[in-house]
């Protein structure tokens, strides 16, 4: 009888293809990041990742894909790790909520909007990623805040949140605003608290 | 005796050069909300204003003058136009400060903060830029919110609302996010009310 595998195996060749591919992704994200959309294509990605452009194409056949791709795994990253943290207080989600919005991912993810804003070819792609982003978003935080969305007003009290949270990553993208964000996430959480109940 | 002019009259060719300058400066915000900073440079504009691209050099020297004078302008046109709104309820007051992020100088000054965050040229203006209209905006949404900010916590209250209003204007940039906006507004203009007394 010879060794059966197990579907769930699987080969070095797919391993290395998987690396590649997420080495491609955190590259693509980095990139947009730092240089903008003009300032990130393909090559570039693909000379960041160590890998030729062919192979970058044969994940990602267009920009497009690449980077779309990209801010959506970096998101689901993200938002699995949010996930996994410990029960913690309502001051801490919100700290943790509006720690989404800044760094490396909210400024990738900002360049892509804003790309997607006068790029016909990237605007519904960006469109449909970002509100599967915002309600995977909500969804997490209405859990981790254990806020109960049948009371009227706890639904726009959270969407709120989340919006001033886009906006102080906003707001840290030009200058390091730790220090007032700081203060106003903290007060904020009391609002929220006391809105939640 | 001969005829003194007042200093404060101006000649003909004075009012035609305001009246130059205006129109370039309301033609570079729309031409960078509509194309982008990689889209909008003096050539384009000075043509959608229909004059020389010489003579928007002589008002404006270099495309990083003319854009932070042009994002200027128009926010100090916006305020002025809600410092002189009637006094309301605070309701009204949250929903006219939210207004100031959508529509076009909005997204126009996010094209030049995106702009800014990759181009070092641009960087050093645009902070400074965005901190003074910062400061101006604070300053009129303290006083039509009549919010004493002597008081722990009411700083941070309308810093934090400011901050909401720029992730709604983010929302907006892609999608018509109206509806949701007017419901999130409502619910959020109420917990402020509570919040400052």
Same mark, same amino acid.
């Given at each position: 009888?010879?060794?059966?595998?197990?579907?769930?195996?699987?080969?070095?060749?797919?391993?290395?293809?998987?690396?590649?591919?997420?080495?491609?992704?955190?590259?693509?994200? #980095?990139?947009? /990041?730092?240089?903008? @959309?003009?300032?990130?294509?393909?090559?570039?990605?693909?000379?960041? #990742?160590?890998?030729?452009?062919? /192979?970058?194409?044969?994940?990602?056949?267009?920009?497009?894909?690449?980077?779309?791709?990209?801010?959506?795994?970096? #998101?689901?990253?993200?938002?699995?790790?949010?996930?996994?943290?410990?029960?913690?207080?309502?001051?801490?989600?919100? /700290?943790?909520?509006?720690?989404?919005?800044?760094?490396?991912?909210?400024?990738?993810?900002?360049?892509? @909007?804003?790309?997607?804003?006068?790029?016909?070819?990237?605007?519904?792609?960006?469109?449909?990623?970002? #509100?599967?982003?915002?309600?995977?978003?909500?969804?997490?935080?209405?859990?981790?805040?254990?806020?109960?969305?049948?009371?009227?007003?706890?639904?726009?009290?959270?969407?709120?949140?989340?919006?001033?949270?886009?906006?102080?990553?906003?707001?840290?993208?030009?200058?390091?605003?730790?220090?007032?964000?700081?203060?106003?996430?903290?007060? @904020? /959480?009391?609002?929220?608290?006391?809105?939640?109940?």
């Amino acid at each position: 009888m010879g060794v059966v595998t197990p579907p769930t195996d699987r080969t070095p060749k797919q391993d290395r293809s998987r690396a590649t591919r997420r080495g491609l992704l955190e590259a693509a994200v #980095a990139c947009l /990041a730092e240089h903008g @959309w003009a300032g990130s294509t393909v090559s570039v990605v693909a000379e960041r #990742a160590g890998v030729s452009r062919g /192979a970058a194409q044969h994940h990602f056949p267009t920009r497009e894909d690449l980077f779309t791709a990209a801010v959506e795994y970096v #998101a689901e990253e993200r938002s699995a790790a949010l996930r996994a943290l410990p029960v913690q207080g309502r001051t801490d989600v919100v /700290a943790a909520l509006v720690d989404l919005y800044t760094g490396p991912l909210f400024r990738a993810a900002l360049q892509l @909007w804003v790309a997607a804003s006068n790029e016909p070819q990237l605007h519904p792609r960006v469109t449909e990623l970002e #509100a599967r982003v915002g309600r995977e978003t909500h969804r997490i935080a209405v859990e981790l805040l254990a806020a109960d969305e049948t009371k009227p007003g706890v639904r726009e009290t959270v969407q709120g949140l989340l919006d001033m949270a886009r906006g102080l990553g906003l707001a840290n993208v030009l200058t390091d605003d730790t220090a007032r964000r700081r203060r106003v996430v903290a007060q @904020w /959480a009391a609002l929220v608290e006391d809105a939640l109940g």
